[in-house]
């Protein structure tokens, strides 16, 4: 059965520093999605991409993050200037349609130091 | 502003003991309804989808009914297996992005 895969699964890095998550949706996916659940809390929107643009994103996206898709598989999330408060786990997500059922990837856990 | 609440947070049941978890939503436009299961250091699992009021969706022990102001997974005889977080998310009519309750941890024991 086809899945989203994330890696890493977990990274470590120093306040300041740049970190790219990275992702595969599932191959005949559309539209993709990044998430995040700060321990003990809700999972929260980031942002959505379709078409090779972003066509969705939270106030929690703000200049600091990034999304691309470099190629025909990959889709990745970076942050530029990692804060302590970005600690978090960051779940990618897929779905074949707009509006439609996605699938969620396992995660990245950041830990900034 | 759309919003998903979930009830009780946690539960804690014996193996076998059937009970049921709430998720109060409001939200411009119900697209959809989704539960999903999300097991420690993991990804959300998806279990059902619920589109109007009345639809119900059943998988094993567990079944999803909706109403116009909630739904509820009803869980019957559950196993020691069924131990996790249950998420309910919703999709409205602005974008695409999910909004998801705080979750139900279940725990059973046997």
């Known amino acids: 059965e086809p899945e989203v895969t994330q890696t890493p699964s977990h990274q470590v890095t120093q306040m300041g520093q740049e970190v790219i998550l990275r992702c595969v949706p599932i191959?005949?996916?559309?539209?993709f999605y990044w998430y995040r659940q700060i321990l003990g809390q809700k999972v929260e929107f980031l942002v959505s991409?379709?078409?090779?643009?972003?066509?969705?994103k939270s106030e929690i996206f703000d200049d600091q993050f990034s999304v691309e898709r470099p190629d025909g598989s990959n889709f990745t999330l970076k942050i530029r200037s990692t804060k302590l408060e970005d600690s978090a786990m960051y779940f990618c997500a897929s779905s074949r349609q707009g509006q439609a059922l996605q699938y969620f990837g396992p995660g990245t856990r950041l830990t900034v130091t | 502003e759309d919003q998903v609440t979930q009830s009780p947070e946690a539960l804690r049941l014996q193996e076998g003991e059937s009970s049921s978890l709430n998720c109060s939503y409001t939200?411009?436009?119900?697209?959809?309804l989704f539960w999903y299961r999300q097991d420690p250091g993991k990804g959300p699992e998806f279990l059902f989808t619920?589109?109007?009021a009345g639809e119900e969706k059943e998988k094993e022990r567990l079944k999803a009914t909706l109403t116009k102001k909630e739904s509820f997974l009803h869980i019957t005889a559950p196993k020691p297996e069924d131990s996790a977080t249950y998420l309910c998310a919703v999709l409205g009519n602005q974008g695409g992005k999910l909004i998801f309750g705080q979750g139900t941890e279940l725990s059973v024991k046997p």
């Open positions: 939200v411009s436009g119900l697209r959809g």
């Open positions: 991409f379709y078409n090779n643009e972003i066509s969705e």
């Open positions: 619920l589109y109007s």
């Open positions: 191959s005949n996916h559309l539209y």
